[in-house]
């Protein structure tokens, strides 16, 4: 006699066909073959999908993502071929003119396809590995600008460890009697075309170049340099010892009771290589970032005059040949990047409350970097901020976390928690707590 077996449970979504005939599966009697327009729910019941609205035809291929700036004012950029379209509230933003908001896409088509990003306020940050990083910021209920974005104060590379690779800078332009462009002259031929857009850092620890600053002490004179806990100072005016107030400024004039000391430098500065003649070459001309400190720079353009000849110098962590990060997340007030071409398995966060900077140090609130031991060097594919850090690489999943409240430059223990692996392109989502994201080959989602 034929029967029918009344199904009462949905709740086992859409089953694999592999499963086809396992009646001993627990889910085989609440899934299905194949589940079209519906959504399971985890009470047995499944529901019509919901529905869409048609806005507009973009007329080209393009790639979504939203930016959420409050629950009453949300936004959807479509990343097309060399412009980004602004949606919102069912149609596309309008400027105060009545014109739909276009801004420029500073990443191809297939960079766009890739991007990670990370929101904080009115402010959202794409990156991708070989296009850079772009700052999107929200002016206005209806007004965004579009740059690119560069770290301030690095992050950088380990220190040059070859004492015969030594560099030398000489200024090229020189503005308000600082060097705004120089030529920087390495003893071998370091520098290739594709550095174009590296950062290169040049300085040296205070106290091995400067006297101390000490209370009532020495005999200083206009325009002497000292130093202090490695802060390089210069008296503007006064002589005689010093006072008796320590200079703790990191920038203008300040008085130590007898004398008028202006911050120079924490003994380095950095630039940016705009161009390198031939591939090799010794000689790369920069744009300078930061000023260097006393003595680094020569005095003239003509001749040329080159500083002290140094091989305390390191590269950029980002820009040119080594790449920028291929993940970005806020995480406990700080801005964290993952994954470089040079340095796949890093980490890298920025001062905290300051989210844009990267100076160094070893206090709790200065920016750190670390890199994941782990047996195979899988690069970083996102990194997600829940409870603790989430790092998902292409082999694996770790947690970051600290002993004390927050990471810092010397608390962080970094743990393997999975071996599932990562997609490249598919970014994670928090969900209820939990981190979801797409497994190696985008068939499967994990937590």
Same mark, same amino acid.
């Given at each position: 006699m034929k029967s029918t077996l009344m199904k009462l449970n949905f709740n086992g979504g859409e089953l694999s066909s592999l499963l086809d005939g396992r009646i001993d599966y627990?889910?085989?009697?609440?899934?299905?073959?194949?589940?079209? /327009?519906?959504?399971?729910?985890?009470?047995?019941?499944?529901?019509?999908?919901?529905?869409?609205? @048609?806005?507009e035809n973009l007329g080209a291929e393009a790639v979504l993502y939203?930016?959420?700036?409050?629950?009453?004012?949300?936004?959807? @950029?479509?990343f097309k071929d060399q412009s980004i379209e602004?949606?919102?509230?069912?149609?596309?933003?309008?400027?105060?003119?009545?014109?739909?908001?276009?801004?420029?896409?500073?990443?191809?088509?297939?960079?766009?396809?890739?991007?990670?990003?990370?929101?904080?306020?009115?402010?959202?940050?794409?990156?991708? /590995?070989?296009?850079?990083?772009?700052k999107v910021s929200r002016t206005s209920v209806n007004t965004f600008t579009v740059e690119n974005f560069e770290p301030? /104060?690095?992050?950088?590379?380990?220190?040059?460890?070859?004492a015969e690779l030594t560099v030398?800078?000489?200024?090229?332009?020189?503005?308000?009697? !600082?060097?705004?462009?120089?030529?920087?002259?390495?003893?071998?031929?370091?520098?290739?075309?594709?550095?174009?857009?590296?950062?290169?850092?040049?300085?040296?620890?205070?106290?091995?170049?400067?006297?101390?600053?000490e209370p009532a002490q020495g005999t200083w004179a206009a325009n002497n340099y000292l130093q202090y806990e490695d802060r390089i100072y210069q008296v503007t005016s006064g002589s005689g010892a010093a006072g008796k107030r320590a200079p703790l400024h990191e920038k203008g004039t300040k008085s130590d009771g007898n004398l008028e000391l202006t911050f120079i430098s924490n003994g380095?500065?950095?630039?940016k290589i705009t161009s390198v003649a031939v591939d090799p070459s010794a000689t790369a001309t920069c744009q300078v970032i930061k000023d260097f400190p006393?003595?680094?720079?020569?005095?003239?353009?003509?001749?040329?005059?080159?500083?002290?000849?140094?091989?305390e110098w390191s590269w950029g962590a980002f820009g040119g040949r080594f790449g920028w990060a291929s993940a970005i997340v806020f995480h406990q007030q700080r801005m964290v990047l993952g994954g470089s071409l040079e340095q796949p398995q890093t980490i890298w966060g920025s001062t905290q409350g300051n989210i844009e900077d990267f100076e160094e140090g070893t206090e709790d609130d200065q920016s750190y970097e670390f890199t994941?031991?782990?047996?195979? !060097?899988?690069?970083?594919?996102?990194?997600a901020s829940n409870v603790i850090l989430n790092i998902g690489t292409l082999g694996g999943e770790f947690f970051a976390s600290s002993s004390g409240p927050s990471i810092t430059p010397s608390d962080i223990n970094i743990q393997q928690i999975g071996t599932y692996g990562s997609s490249e392109t598919a970014a994670p989502l928090i969900a209820n707590g939990f981190t979801v994201f797409t497994q190696a080959g985008g068939g499967k989602l994990r937590e």
């Amino acid at each position: 006699m034929k029967s029918t077996l009344m199904k009462l449970n949905f709740n086992g979504g859409e089953l694999s066909s592999l499963l086809d005939g396992r009646i001993d599966y627990p889910k085989y009697t609440s899934g299905c073959k194949q589940m079209t /327009n519906f959504v399971p729910t985890v009470y047995g019941p499944m529901t019509k999908r919901p529905g869409t609205r @048609f806005v507009e035809n973009l007329g080209a291929e393009a790639v979504l993502y939203p930016f959420e700036f409050s629950e009453s004012q949300a936004y959807i @950029f479509a990343f097309k071929d060399q412009s980004i379209e602004v949606f919102t509230n069912d149609g596309r933003l309008l400027d105060g003119g009545g014109q739909p908001v276009s801004l420029n896409n500073p990443y191809t088509l297939a960079q766009s396809k890739e991007l990670k990003f990370a929101q904080t306020g009115d402010l959202v940050y794409f990156t991708h /590995n070989t296009g850079g990083i772009v700052k999107v910021s929200r002016t206005s209920v209806n007004t965004f600008t579009v740059e690119n974005f560069e770290p301030l /104060n690095g992050p950088f590379q380990d220190e040059n460890t070859d004492a015969e690779l030594t560099v030398k800078v000489a200024p090229v332009t020189i503005v308000d009697g !600082k060097p705004t462009e120089v030529d920087i002259v390495a003893s071998s031929q370091i520098f290739n075309q594709s550095d174009t857009g590296a950062f290169i850092k040049i300085g040296y620890i205070p106290s091995t170049e400067f006297d101390s600053w000490e209370p009532a002490q020495g005999t200083w004179a206009a325009n002497n340099y000292l130093q202090y806990e490695d802060r390089i100072y210069q008296v503007t005016s006064g002589s005689g010892a010093a006072g008796k107030r320590a200079p703790l400024h990191e920038k203008g004039t300040k008085s130590d009771g007898n004398l008028e000391l202006t911050f120079i430098s924490n003994g380095y500065g950095y630039a940016k290589i705009t161009s390198v003649a031939v591939d090799p070459s010794a000689t790369a001309t920069c744009q300078v970032i930061k000023d260097f400190p006393p003595n680094i720079v020569g005095g003239t353009i003509s001749p040329p005059a080159y500083g002290t000849e140094t091989d305390e110098w390191s590269w950029g962590a980002f820009g040119g040949r080594f790449g920028w990060a291929s993940a970005i997340v806020f995480h406990q007030q700080r801005m964290v990047l993952g994954g470089s071409l040079e340095q796949p398995q890093t980490i890298w966060g920025s001062t905290q409350g300051n989210i844009e900077d990267f100076e160094e140090g070893t206090e709790d609130d200065q920016s750190y970097e670390f890199t994941i031991a782990a047996n195979k !060097k899988n690069p970083i594919a996102w990194l997600a901020s829940n409870v603790i850090l989430n790092i998902g690489t292409l082999g694996g999943e770790f947690f970051a976390s600290s002993s004390g409240p927050s990471i810092t430059p010397s608390d962080i223990n970094i743990q393997q928690i999975g071996t599932y692996g990562s997609s490249e392109t598919a970014a994670p989502l928090i969900a209820n707590g939990f981190t979801v994201f797409t497994q190696a080959g985008g068939g499967k989602l994990r937590e």
